[in-house]
């Protein structure tokens, strides 16, 4: 693992490439005389994920000044990975780095804060969303609710199933103990037959390696790899040739804040922050995505048997999907004005991939 003082350097080299002008450092307020200091948590339990976190945020005290500092810690170091947001409501944590899905039993609209099955497929699809259709502001009215500030979104990839049994058809789902995230995520495998089971990231392992799951949904393969998932399994699943994959094809995390925490912070150090994030979101994406490139030829080389799912299956996994979309998206109304932007866009030309006759029948509480 890279020393800190190394870390940094590469962290904000690649950042000043990736963000250039928003990754700029931060010019210290002459009237701050202490250093404002976060506690952060991420959902990230090891691996690239941890690593690029953790050395983000060790940049941040250099880049201020001394204004602000980001204390990092791992998942349920502080709290556990499902506790996280009444973590940071109730002021155990400032902020938070997480996935938004796990939020959905508290929080509907969350379920369309990330991708979910059949919906939004690539990252500049999520983009058009929150910079181009009014996301951000949806995001942080949702999150306002709870106490919390949503600084911004970050990227970082598609999930892909590691499997003790071949997964070749959607056929191949029905009776398989399977690990997901929950929510519509859940429903839809289960509606295709799976024995679905919620739990975070950082128990998948054990649970592969107990027999207490024959399956599990988790990141990409570069932090599956470091969790050592070739150990405890056989076979990786994957949407078809194109799109690695159909239920969370780009499963993104986010960066929130408390809200009395976010207040205090002046004008000029809440839009530098956003600004960060946002360079951070770039430069995150890209070392997943360059060690999940890395990451394929070691579990070839490990003899994972690579499935991906038949063209012909997308359809079948859309019927399921679009109930599911809409009795999610009427469980209230901020879950509903979410998902019918996104629908929009879906709808949209430019993309084109729903039509009103695919959802014939359904309705939308607005």
């Known amino acids: ?83 996280l947001l009444d973590g940071v409501k109730n002021g155990v944590l400032e902020a938070m780095n997480s996935f938004c899905v796990y939020w959905v039993g508290k929080i509907p609209a969350t379920a369309f804060l990330s991708s979910y099955l059949m919906g939004l497929r690539y990252p500049h699809e999520w983009d058009i969303f929150f910079y181009g259709k009014g996301g951000v502001q949806m995001a942080r009215e949702i999150y306002a609710k709870q106490g919390l500030y949503w600084v911004g979104r970050i990227q970082h990839g598609p999930n892909i199933v590691h499997s003790k049994k071949p997964i070749r058809s959607i056929e191949d789902f029905k009776g398989l103990k399977l690990r997901v995230p929950g929510g519509m995520i859940a429903e839809g495998f289960a509606a295709a037959g799976a024995r679905t089971t919620l739990l975070p990231g ?79 979101s770039a430069h995150h994406f890209g070392s997943i995505q360059r060690a999940d490139m890395e990451a394929w030829d070691k579990f070839i080389k490990a003899g994972i048997e690579i499935n991906r799912l038949p063209v012909e299956d997308l359809e079948k996994f859309q019927r399921i999907a679009v109930p599911i979309w809409f009795k999610w998206a009427n469980k209230d109304k901020d879950a509903a004005r979410v998902f019918k932007t996104q629908l929009d866009i879906m709808e949209s030309p430019s993309l084109g991939y729903v039509t009103p006759e695919m959802y014939q029948g359904q309705k939308l509480d607005l």
Do not use: H
């Open 1 to 83: 693992m890279l020393n800190e003082t190394t870390s940094r350097r590469r962290f904000m080299t690649g950042a000043a490439v990736a963000g250039a002008a928003v990754a700029a450092p931060y010019i210290r307020n002459a009237e701050a005389a202490e250093t404002i200091s976060w506690k952060v948590q991420t959902s990230w339990p090891a691996g690239v994920g941890l690593n690029t976190f953790k050395a983000w945020c060790n940049t941040i005290k250099e880049k201020t000044g001394g204004e602000l500092e980001f204390k990092p810690y791992a998942a349920k170091e502080i709290v556990g990975d499902f506790e």
């Open 202 to 280: 950082g128990e998948v392992f054990s649970a592969l390696e107990k027999g207490t799951v024959d399956a599990a949904d988790y990141t990409g393969p570069a932090v599956n790899w470091d969790l050592g998932f070739q150990q405890v399994t056989k076979y990786i699943w994957m949407g078809p040739v194109g799109l690695e994959s159909i239920y969370q094809p780009v499963d993104l995390m986010d960066f929130v804040v408390n809200m009395n925490v976010w207040n205090k912070l002046s004008p000029r150090m809440k839009l530098w922050i956003e600004n960060e994030v946002e360079a951070y």
